[in-house]
């Protein structure tokens, strides 16, 4: 049995002498490439924090001390140290999360994988034991990167106004987000750095004199007097103490007994403290220590001695078409700059970025400012796009709608990772954009279906200089082109039937889904016409007539169900007084577990049999009803019913 087999819970670890914790940081790291290179999943963060997380187990009294983690990608040593070894299945469906998870452990406490949270988080769990007059410490664990959002400032200024509330801040500083982390915080971490030679100091100051009980404590505590006195006149007075925080660091972050006597220091303060750690993003895997774009950041299926990707080939992905794509845009408009919120690559800005290094920028993990800032751009005459994930977009939404939208600026949002992502659990769905948003005036959003229609919708996007823009698409290869066969006002006919009972209207990638939907449809006698939108907001004109023509309507999109675009194709048909049933089909308003796309598509019933299946049975319904053609189908559950107001009534 090794070690970490013999590892059941963190009190496992308290005997473990300095030879076998050592011993034990080698067998996590050959654990972690060999199990993360089977599943994929995020393998350069929890690399680097072996040691760290080691130290805090061993330190700390979790669950009864909470150790909170930001973002949680990096908690996978964590899981390992408190009962979670079957990483068989790990972010598969049924498997472990690739976050912190209650439903699996009580160690476990923040599960989003939003990041700049554990902050606001810590700060919260420390006022509630203050309150309640409980003990046990409130660990927070937050990255370099993740300190770049503002979030984190927002709590850190609450945090240091109460100098009498005991809270640990740990920085795992491994100076990189995805890329090297930006901004001024980042240099201020970097001068914190240089002045490791007082800790260094101190640390064998303790060393010497601490082995002389009586005088070594009183020589140490005069000497840790002066280094404070003398770090104060020649150091940088650290950014962190001047807000009222103890700073302790930089520590190196991979010697165990090193961290540990900076947790204990910490847990003497009775106030809030920062431990500063410095750590090594990928460290002990050489192939992530030389990735210069991201050290094995997340990487997928994988030969752990080749790094060759292991699975099926995947085809270009949408956000190799988007990165192209920019790119020719911007050789034709030197006006079109861009932004990104640390994920530069992930969003597939990197081309853009080597062909027009002065016109990309990345803010850090701040999509806020992200959005804010493109106001600044746009106004000042520039055209900027800006890329970030759908589900980080959520973030930004009040300064889409009142920095960008109220001031009709022409900034193009480019929301990868939209719709069901799946194995990176409930939090990182793209599943809210297109309900939340059908809420800003002047915004258009477009949904293409393959790489033609984002090349072009990109481009008709970046045309609009007075009002938002925005495209979304998901996580996955680009499929095949599917072709119009003919055009109705704005609206692409994908497929139009001799006698058409039901309109599909199919969102961006859905496409295919409805038109298998059909094939099925029209193999039970039921005519289907196939349109897409293209831009789904504002809803076309010519849909309303259209759908006038049709027993039912039934839209199809990977987006929530509720107000999304099945609900404002309702509200629109409402509008224009056609009485049609409207079918939503989309994702239920419910937290989706963590799985393939392509399950958690199935198991939410967006395919073309289960589309089909309820179509037909609303027909159905709707005959038994005695429903005439164009008359309205019987109640369904989740239709949404056009509630025609009496002449007059209004
Ligand atoms: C709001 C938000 N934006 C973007 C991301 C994507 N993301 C995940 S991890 C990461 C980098 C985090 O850097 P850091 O906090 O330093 O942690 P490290 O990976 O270095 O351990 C980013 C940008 C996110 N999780 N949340
Ligand atoms: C934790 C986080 O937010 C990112 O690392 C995310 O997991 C990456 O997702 P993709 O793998 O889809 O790029
Ligand atoms: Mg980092």
Known sequence: MTILESIRGPRDLKALSEAELGELSEEIRDFLVHAVARTGGHLGPNLGVVELTVALH?????????????????????????????????????????YPSREESEHDVIENSHASTVLG???????????QGERGHVVAVIGDGALTGGMAWEALNNIAAARDRPLIIVVNDNERSY???????????????????YERMLAWGKDVLQRTPVVGNTVYEALHGAKKGFKDAFAPQGLFEDLGLKYLGPIDGHDIGAVESALRRAKRFHGPVLVHCLTQKGRGYEPALRDEADHFHTVGVMDPLTCAPLGPANGPSWTSVFGEEIVRIGEERDDVVAITAAMLHPVGLGRFAERFPDRVWDVGIAEQHAAVSAAGLATGGLHPVVAVYATFLNRA?????????????GVTFVLDRAGVTGVDGPSHNGMWDMSVLQVVPGLRIAAPRDADQLRAQLREAVAVDDAPTLLRFPKESVG?????????????????????????????????????????LEARGIGCTVVDPRWVKPVDPALAPLAARHRLVAVVEDNSRAAGVGSAVALALGDAEVDVPVRRFGIPEQFLAHAKRAEVLADIGLTPVEIAGRISASLAVGERAGERAGEPAGEQPGDERIVMPAQGEY
């Open 480 to 520: 095949p082109a599917v072709p119009a066969v003919d055009r109705v006002g704005a609206l692409d006919v994908l497929h139009a039937a001799d006698r058409p009972e039901v309109l599909l209207v199919a969102v961006g990638v859905m496409a295919p889904v409805c038109l298998g939907a059909a094939e099925l």
């Open 179 to 197: 890329a090297p982390t930006i901004g001024g915080l980042a240099n201020h971490l970097a001068t914190l750095r240089t002045t490791d030679g």
């Open 397 to 409: 939404f009040d300064q889409l709608l009142m920095d960008v939208a109220l001031h009709r600026c």
């Open 121 to 131: 988080w810590a700060d919260g769990l420390a006022k509630a034991r203050q309150v």
């Open 58 to 98: 061993r330190v700390f009294e979790s669950p009864a001390d909470r150790i909170l983690w930001d973002t949680g990608h990096q908690s996978y040593v964590h899981k390992l140290l408190t009962g979670r070894q079957d990483f068989s299945k790990l972010r598969g469906k049924g498997g472990l999360s690739g």
